[in-house]
């Protein structure tokens, strides 16, 4: 059974970093998009970054330039590495698994996901 088990959350001041883990068992995620979405309370779940099977990186306009998204193959997992933390950074962050895809900003697109991990900015 695949699973996507996400680490690295925690509370962190405002200006901050953090670096969240993926790491994915009966999945090679070479073979597969990964993303990181985010949901804060009472809001819809969010496109945070993706790294694509094909080698291109995204970025949500709101994290552009303070995030950023890497694999590594060997140990099949996924960061997400957060720098410059804002308080509106505060959200359980998700680990997502699509099988080649390409529509990298859309949840429903993915094939597996984390449980998440809680990340806290305090101003």
């Known amino acids: 059974q695949v699973q996507l088990v996400e680490s690295g959350g925690g509370l962190v001041q405002a200006g901050g970093s953090l670096r969240l883990s993926c790491t994915a068992s009966?999945?090679?995620?070479?073979?597969?998009?990964m993303g990181w979405f985010r949901q804060a309370p009472g809001k819809e779940r969010e496109f945070v970054a993706a790294?694509?099977?094909?080698?291109?990186?995204y970025y949500a306009d709101s994290v552009k330039g303070r995030f950023t998204i890497s694999r590594d193959n060997v140990k099949n997992t996924v960061y997400l590495r957060m720098n410059s933390l804002k308080p509106e950074d505060t959200a359980v962050y998700y680990c997502a698994a699509y099988f080649r895809g390409e529509t990298y900003n859309i949840a429903q697109a993915y094939d597996f996901w984390g449980q998440g991990t809680q990340v806290t900015v305090a101003s």
């Open positions: 009966h999945l090679t995620v070479s073979s597969y998009s």
């Open positions: 790294d694509l099977w094909s080698g291109y990186t």
